[in-house]
């Protein structure tokens, strides 16, 4: 296996920019995710790396080696694709030996690759079938299959499980992260489905119209989104943003989040924010929330960093292990992630703990993370 450096890769289609000055680099072992809405550029990445596009400017390292101008069977790279693109007149053991004979590795290597790989992927008893008499999921294994026969520096995966009912994309989700750490591969896996980066990453890049917008463990890009962009993209359900007057008064910030002619919500923020927040007193920022950090005031002993406020319920969604409650809290809608034995009715107005550790503020112009 090894490191992967992509370096201010653009591309552009005739006029059309679609990729802007991606620059990426992936360790050894590391499992990249590519996440971003359809259109954004993530498969004209992928294609660039695999050498089936050429980018317009910048450069591909593999393992330190410039591979830019390699062709696609140059590279030591697998790639599984969303359609599987298996051979419809081969055998599933055909299916998967095939690149490794085009590579002229000898037989006897091959036929101990394909059962390797086979007992590794549960798919022993489908060796001698023909793909059309495959289910949607054993055409996936064989797919991920032949791409692991080749023991290549690399994986791409573009968005393999999204032809796959849920609960399957949900098995092959953990079977891949396993994958992951049995073989400790380097591997770019592209998805459009934020909760498979979430669960799958070392790191994520998120995209957004060609443009990198963050680049990060699922930690960070959950906990401090570089931009409303991702704050609003990743995570379900997502991070609760209201536009807010940062108050100062004695050196103290107070959030008001009120609109309209709603009740005050004036959230007094702890001494310990960070200075660069200051720098916006008096002015408007964008306030994030998320939904885990809002619970129900119980008069439970409660750290220095929460605050109450006072808001009305609107909608309550009970998703089996927790409920979504939507509140009306100062003009804005906020969702709260609470216990699903609490106690609430539609219309009700209750008393909620915000946990301020969690809060981040966004600049209203540029949209970027302040703080
Ligand atoms: N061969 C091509 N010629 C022209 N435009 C293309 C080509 N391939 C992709 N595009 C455009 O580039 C943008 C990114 O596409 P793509 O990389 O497939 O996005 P994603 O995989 O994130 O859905 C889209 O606007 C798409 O229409
Ligand atoms: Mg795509």
Do not use: W
Not at 81 to 88: E, N, R, V
Not at 152 to 174: C, G, V
């Amino acid at each position: 296996m090894a490191s992967l450096d992509l370096i201010n890769i653009h591309k552009s289609f005739g006029g059309t920019h679609v990729l802007h000055d991606i620059s990426i680099g992936l360790a050894d072992g590391e499992f990249l995710v590519l996440v971003g809405p359809s259109g954004c550029g993530k498969s004209t990445l992928m294609n660039i790396i695999a050498g089936l596009e050429e980018p317009s400017g910048g450069l591909v390292r593999l393992g330190g080696r410039d591979i830019t101008q390699a062709g696609p069977a140059d590279r030591n790279i697998s790639m599984v694709f969303q359609s599987y693109a298996l051979y419809p007149n081969m055998t599933v053991a055909k299916n998967i030996e095939f690149p490794l004979q085009m590579r002229k590795v000898p037989r006897n290597v091959r036929s101990e690759r394909v059962n390797s790989v086979a007992k590794l992927l549960q798919i022993e008893h489908l060796l001698e079938r023909k793909p059309r008499q495959l289910s949607g999921g054993q055409r996936q294994r064989v797919a991920i299959g032949r791409a692991l026969a080749r023991d290549p520096q690399l994986y791409l995966f573009d968005e393999p499980l999204s032809n796959l009912d849920a609960q399957l994309r949900l098995d092959m989700r953990t079977e891949i992260k396993k994958l992951h750490q049995r073989l400790n591969a380097s591997i770019v896996y592209v998805t459009h489905d934020q909760i498979e980066a979430m669960t799958l990453a070392t790191r994520i890049a998120v995209m957004k119209g060609g443009v990198l917008q963050q680049l990060g463990t699922p930690h960070e890009v959950y906990n401090r989104p570089a931009n409303t962009f991702v704050a609003g993209f990743m995570g379900s359900p997502r991070m609760n943003l209201a536009r807010a007057r940062l108050q100062a008064a004695d050196g103290a910030l107070a959030l008001d989040i009120q609109i309209g002619d709603r009740p005050r919500a004036l959230i007094p923020l702890p001494a310990s924010v960070p200075q660069a927040l200051h720098a916006f007193a008096g002015r408007e920022v964008v306030a994030g929330i998320r939904a885990e950090a809002i619970s129900v005031a119980n008069g439970a002993e409660v750290g220095p960093n929460t605050r109450f406020v006072d808001a009305q319920v609107e909608v309550i969604e009970p998703t089996g292990a927790d409920t979504l409650v939507v509140l009306n809290l100062g003009g804005h809608e906020f969702t709260a992630r609470l216990d699903p034995d609490v106690q609430l009715a539609p219309g009700q107005s209750a008393r909620f703990a915000v946990d301020l550790t969690k809060l981040v503020c966004f600049d209203p112009q540029t949209e970027a993370l302040i703080a």
